[in-house]
């Protein structure tokens, strides 16, 4: 089935992009919604996790303890690594079963870590990336989530950078000073293109 991988830096846009689509009828499946459920509480992750890590990282009711867990992960890859060979099974066997049921001439899986993570570039038809500038990024994920410019940059600094981005794209939504109409119109762009691609 043809489908669109879309993926972007923290704060690029890509739920704003998602969004555009959604409203277009395109079924979309979200890699980080599904991260979120395997590690909820009663997700399908936690027994693992807690197996491995200890139920100090569980919250009273089961849950991951992200604040925790992204404490010990940032400063320690070993333990990104384990938790990592946990969830992402997970993650892609959840992703899949939901991909096979989207109906519709084509679907898109939000990947936030697309570049980053796996094998994902060869699991879509296309891979479409929502460019902007780092300073960008950084306005937008302070205001957003009230981070400091420091914190921002220290999870920029985890993910690919622009360039690697750009050069996994088979397209590119450059959301910088863009306003929603602007985006619209290029989302409808892109959903034409993608119609008749499917229809090939
Ligand atoms: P991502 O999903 O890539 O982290 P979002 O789509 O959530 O990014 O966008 C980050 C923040 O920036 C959100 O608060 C969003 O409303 C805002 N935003 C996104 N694109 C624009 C834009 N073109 N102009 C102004 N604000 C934007």
């Known amino acids: 089935m043809f489908s669109i991988g879309l993926t972007g830096g923290i704060g690029s846009g890509k739920s704003t992009v998602a969004d555009l689509f959604t409203a277009r009828g395109v079924p979309l499946v979200d890699t980080d919604r599904i991260a979120h459920q395997v590690t909820a509480s009663g997700g399908v992750a936690m027994p693992l996790i807690a197996g491995e890590f200890g139920d100090d990282f569980l919250t009273p009711d089961g849950a991951l303890d992200r604040a925790k867990m992204r404490t010990l992960v940032f400063a320690d890859d070993t333990a990104k690594a384990r938790l990592e060979r946990i ?114």
């Open 87 to 200: 969830v992402h099974p997970l993650i892609r066997a959840e992703t899949e079963r939901q991909r096979s049921r989207t109906g519709g001439p084509y679907h898109i899986v939000v990947v936030p870590l697309l570049v980053e993570a796996g094998d994902w570039a060869t699991r879509v038809s296309r891979v479409l990336v929502v460019d902007c500038p780092v300073d960008t990024q950084i306005a937008r994920v302070m205001k957003r989530n009230g981070f400091t410019r420091e914190q921002v940059l220290a999870i920029v600094a985890k993910q690919a950078t622009r360039d690697a981005r750009l050069a996994a794209a088979n397209d590119v939504i450059v959301n910088d000073d863009a306003t929603l109409d602007t985006l619209a119109r290029e989302v409808d762009a892109l959903h034409a293109r993608y119609l008749a691609y499917a229809s090939l």
